[in-house]
């Protein structure tokens, strides 16, 4: 069986074997002339085994894009394949993968229970391609699941018009929204709705318990999902969920600024970079320096972002991340004067 050999006699049972050909064989332990071996009792001790089953390799493209481009089930339901992807979301009783960015390339892989993977682990999965009331997923034992690698880059987001999400290609793909208004703030169940202008698409509190205002402007990421007769996004954590501030109705002009404020950073987790946003009141940006640190989990600082006087407004600096960094926890700092806000920060290599 490819551990070492062993001996098989007919002392019960007489039988003549095929060079090359695998058994499955039952019998008692014998030792005779030398030589400990096998002694078959009955004919149904030695069985013919079945060739080992074979399980092809496929893409997540080619497992999740249907016949015509449409909706429809996977061309492989029902089979048993293997695939790879990069992790970009856990549960405790499923993850989601992706191969790269863009349509077709996400899948969702449900274990039912804790699979011991992490975002941004390279791994390798087998199981069988089923359709969860038309969803498509790779369902999986977590013993299936092998890592590859680990603190690999997420595959980023795929940008896409709101009226151009409700389809077949993004289940299971990590999506993004950009300057989409919520135009619905309830249809029932956790979901609600937004447009960018080019039509509507449903958002989705699965994995994310939120309420949005109507007539808000949204940065959205998630997951494609589909579910009771409807596509719509899922997001993953509440960093998923930006509020667009700075924005008048027109999209055009500035809001005025009246707090000391750290916005959450977008993307976050993130790599390599991320956007940071604050705001600046007018009596800050007159009497203080503004100065904006990031820091390491011990305190130390990595970088300095800002040092100096800024305009009263809305602020986006980007932070990226030198190649030399660790991934892990990391805190940005926004000080003037005597205030003082803190952020944390998830790199993931």
């Keep these: 069986d490819g551990s070492g050999a062993a001996r098989v006699d007919d002392k019960f049972y007489k039988f003549t074997p095929d060079s090359g050909q695998s058994y499955n064989l039952v019998g008692i332990g ?4 030398g030589n400990f071996k096998l002694e078959p009792r009955f004919a149904e001790d030695i069985e013919v085994a079945a060739p080992p089953m074979v399980i092809e390799y496929h893409t997540i493209y080619e497992i999740q894009k249907t016949a015509d481009g449409g909706e429809g089930d996977s061309p492989f339901v029902g089979d048993s394949v293997k695939t ?9 009783y499923g993850f989601s993968i992706q191969d790269s ?21 390279s791994v390798e999965v087998i199981g069988e391609v089923a359709e969860y009331y038309n969803y498509t997923e790779l369902s999986a034992s977590s013993a299936d699941v092998v890592v590859l690698a680990s603190g690999k880059p997420l595959p980023g987001p795929v940008v896409i018009p709101t009226g151009e999400f409700p389809v077949e290609a ?11 208004t919520c135009i619905h703030p309830d249809l029932g169940y956790g979901e609600w709705e937004v447009d960018d202008g080019s039509g509507a698409a449903r958002v989705d509190d699965k994995f994310v318990k939120f309420t949005p205002d109507s007539g808000q402007v949204y940065n959205l990421v998630g997951i494609g999902w589909y579910s009771y007769g409807n596509f719509k996004l899922e997001p993953r954590y509440a960093e998923d969920i930006q ?3 700075g924005l008048n109705d027109s999209r ?10 750290l ?3 977008y993307p976050n987790p993130f790599n390599p970079s991320t956007r940071i946003r604050f705001e600046i009141p007018a009596n800050v940006a007159r009497d203080s320096k503004v100065e904006l640190t990031i820091y390491n989990i011990a305190g130390q600082k990595v970088a300095t972002l800002l040092s100096g006087k800024v305009s009263a407004g809305f602020h986006e600096i980007s932070w990226n991340v030198e190649p030399t960094l660790a991934s892990g926890t990391y805190f940005a700092v926004l000080k003037a004067g005597k205030q003082m806000q803190v952020q944390k920060l998830l790199y993931v290599r």
């Excluded at 992807?85 to 405790?92: E, K």
């Excluded at 390339?105 to 804790?114: A, E």
């Design 30 to 33: 014998w030792y005779s002339y």
């Design 84 to 92: 790879s992807g990069i992790v970009t979301f856990v549960t405790s």
């Design 101 to 121: 960015a863009g349509a077709w390339n996400g899948l969702w892989v449900y274990t039912g229970d804790s699979a011991a993977v992490t975002l941004g682990d």
């Design 170 to 180: 993004y289940e299971g793909v990590f999506v993004q929204f950009e300057n989409a």
């Design 243 to 245: 509020v667009v501030t």
């Design 252 to 261: 055009d002009h500035l809001a005025v600024a009246n707090e000391f404020r």
């Design 263 to 265: 916005m959450p950073a």
